[in-house]
């Protein structure tokens, strides 16, 4: 019972984290009429952190419900699964031993360097930024220059290259691109079998979006799992290993 109720608790408190992380910053793609968004990072977050029945179940609800309260209706049953099984992939392949092959720093560069190729390519020049809340938001046409994607490049790889050291972050850049392989395959049949829109226009978008996710994730559980106290690190652990 005492399980049941702290798995309830997590779920319910990161839908809300994935859902506001989903409406925080959101970029129009007018080719499919999505929208890039942050909130990958935190689904990658809460199922690193928390294993796959709660990252599964809080990853379909929350961007779901941030679908529906930004107006995007009819992405949100198809975000309710793809979301839900990345949350799961993610979730169980984190816990998974992975052996080294290759140096640490490569896993660290590649994201890093893939984001800045797309993000010049695709994220260069006018675009349409919604920052806020559901009804509380606001709408700017912002200019995007690619000296901006190298800065970003460069402090990603250096924040990737330090927490490389540690053997968990193989687990979690190969954990986190996997799920986001499952995101940007979802999104891809979604758009182009069901809703019949020019669907590989929005791969380079979902792409950057993985990558943004991982940039973001990696570094941050990487942080929390050493810094926290020894109580809230046996509070995390235990939860993970909820079945």
Not at 77 to 101: D, Q
Not at 188 to 212: D, H
């Amino acid at each position: 019972m005492q399980k049941s109720a702290k798995e309830l608790a997590l779920i319910a408190i990161f839908t809300a984290v994935n859902c506001i992380s989903t409406t925080l910053i959101q970029v129009y793609i007018p080719a499919t009429k999505g929208y890039f968004n942050v909130g990958e990072s935190t689904v990658y977050i809460t199922a690193m952190l928390f294993g796959p029945k709660v990252g599964a179940l809080a990853g379909a609800l929350g961007p779901a419900l941030a679908d529906v309260a930004t107006g995007y209706y009819i992405y949100a049953p198809a975000t309710a699964v793809i979301k839900g099984l990345e949350g799961l992939v993610v979730g169980l392949l984190s816990r998974r031993a992975v052996r080294r092959r290759i140096p640490g720093y490569l896993y660290a560069l590649a994201p890093s360097v893939l984001l800045l190729i797309i993000g010049i390519m695709y994220y260069t020049g006018s675009s349409e930024l919604t920052i806020g809340i559901p009804k509380l938001n606001m709408t700017i046409l912002v200019e995007i220059h690619y000296l901006a994607w190298i800065i970003t490049a460069v402090v990603a790889a250096a924040a990737l290259t330090y927490v490389a050291r540690s053997p968990e972050c193989l687990q979690w850049v190969i954990s986190a691109s996997a799920g986001g392989a499952i995101m940007v395959l979802g999104y891809f049949l979604y758009e182009q079998l069901v809703l019949g829109y020019y669907a590989i226009a929005e791969v380079p978008f979902n792409i950057a979006q993985v990558l943004v996710g991982i940039l973001i994730a990696v570094p941050t559980v990487s942080t929390l799992s050493r810094r926290l106290p020894s109580s809230s690190r046996r509070f995390l652990l235990d939860s993970s290993a909820i079945k």
